[in-house]
């Protein structure tokens, strides 16, 4: 399990848009996320890559 700041951190780098709220995905590994960026009334999902992934944890060991 990936911490939530981490992922969270990593789609507003990504997409450059704060998160306002943010699901992860019934059922899902920590790959499939609904979001919602601020100034948006929608959902969108979100599905992470393995590297994604790998710089969550990267971000986990430097915030340690």
Do not use: A, Q
């Amino acid at each position: 399990m990936i911490d939530l700041k981490n992922v969270i951190s990593l789609i507003e780098i990504k997409f450059c848009k704060k998160v306002s709220c943010i699901i992860r995905k019934k059922g899902g590994d920590d790959k499939n996320w609904s979001v919602v960026f601020e100034g948006d009334n929608e959902f969108k999902n979100i599905k992470l890559t393995d590297k994604d992934i790998e710089m969550v944890n990267k971000f986990r060991i430097l915030s340690v």
